[in-house]
C-alpha cells in the first residue's frame, strides 16, 4: 500500500525587532554611563523598553498557546536584542539561541576588530543576570560558542538584508523539516527585509517601531521541504506590527521569482561552507523540540489552573 503523506505542518516564523534603546532615547546620559562609554553600540533597554517587550512576551504567548508551538527563541547577540529576547523567553519558558548572523549591519562607523558586542564570556554572565537558558555550547576558555557566521567588515545595509535573507531561510528549512517554530529577535534591517520578502516584494518599508515584528504562516507538506526556488517563492500568511508601509508600485511577481532564485543560490553558496559550528547549530535546533514539548504542557497546566 502506498505510504500516507503525513498531515501539512501549520508552520508559523516570527521575527521581532528588540525593544526601545536607551542611546537614543538618553544619548546624553547614556554616554555619561561607565556602560555607555564601554559598549556606545551596544546599548541596553529603557525601562519602557523592557516594558514593551513584556507586553509583545505576552502577545508571543498567547500565540504559542494558540498552536504555534514555538521550539526556540534565537536572538543577535546584542545587549538589546538579548534583553528583548529574555523577556519573550521567560513567558514562554524556553531556551535562547545566540546567532551572530542575526545580529546588527556591521557598518563603517563602528570598530573594526570585532562587532561591538559583548564577549562569548559577557554573554554568558548576560544571560545569567537575564535568567534564561542559552543552548549555544561552552567554549575551552569559558563563554558562549556564537552560532552563526561573524558579518563582514565594513558592511552596508544591503549586505545586511541578504545576510539575513540567506540566515533565515535556514531557519524555515530548518522548521520545516523538524516541524517546529521559532522566533527570532533581530534589528530593524532584518525585520525590514523579511516583511518585503514575504510580502513578495510589493511593500515599501517606511518606519520600524521599536518591537516591530512580523508573523508569517503557511501550511507545508512534506513534499514542499526540498522547494526548488527556495522557501520565499511560497504564498505566506502575513500579520505585521509596528510597521508603518507603503505600495511598492515596480514590484511583478517575475521580480520576486527572480529574487528567490537568488536568495536560493545565496543561501546554497552559504551552505557549502558549512563548519562544526553550523552542524552545532543545527543539533541545537532540533534538540529543542522535546524541550519545548515538556514546556509547552507546563504553561498549558498553568493555564487550567
Known sequence: AK????KPFNQTMVI????????????????????????????????SGLDLARKVAKEMRALHQGGADFAIVASSPYRRCMQTAAEVAKALRLPVLIDQEMGEVWEAG???????HRSPVELQEM?????????????????????GKKPQYPETTEMGHRRCI???ETYIRQSASTRQNFIIVSHAHAVAAMMDLFQRGACDIEKLDYCARVVAS???????????????????????????????????????????????AM???????????????????RNSLQEEVVNLEKISAEGAG
Open 16 to 47: 521581532v525587532r528588540h525593544s526601545e534603546r536607551l542611546d537614543h532615547m538618553q544619548p546624553d546620559y547614556y554616554k555619561s554611563t561607565q556602560e555607555g562609554r564601554d559598549w556606545p553600540f551596544d546599548t541596553p533597554l529603557t525601562e
Open 166 to 168: 540567506v540566515r533565515m
Open 3 to 6: 505510504q500516507r503523506e503525513p
Open 127 to 147: 544571560a545569567r543576570e537575564l535568567g534564561i537558558k542559552v543552548t549555544n555550547p561552552i567554549l575551552p576558555e569559558g563563554g558562549f560558542k556564537l552560532f
Open 267 to 285: 543561501a546554497s553558496k552559504r551552505n557549502q561552507k558549512r563548519t562544526k559550528t553550523d552542524a552545532m547549530f543545527d543539533d541545537a535546533l
Open 218 to 264: 503557511r501550511s507545508v507538506r512534506m513534499s514542499q521541504v526540498g522547494e526548488e526556488r527556495g522557501v520565499y517563492a511560497d504564498q505566506w500568511d502575513v500579520d505585521a506590527h509596528g510597521l508603518r508601509i507603503g505600495i511598492n508600485l515596480d514590484a511583478t511577481e517575475d521580480k520576486h521569482l527572480e529574487f528567490c532564485d537568488e536568495a536560493t
Open 110 to 116: 563602528f570598530p573594526s576588530g570585532n562587532p561591538p
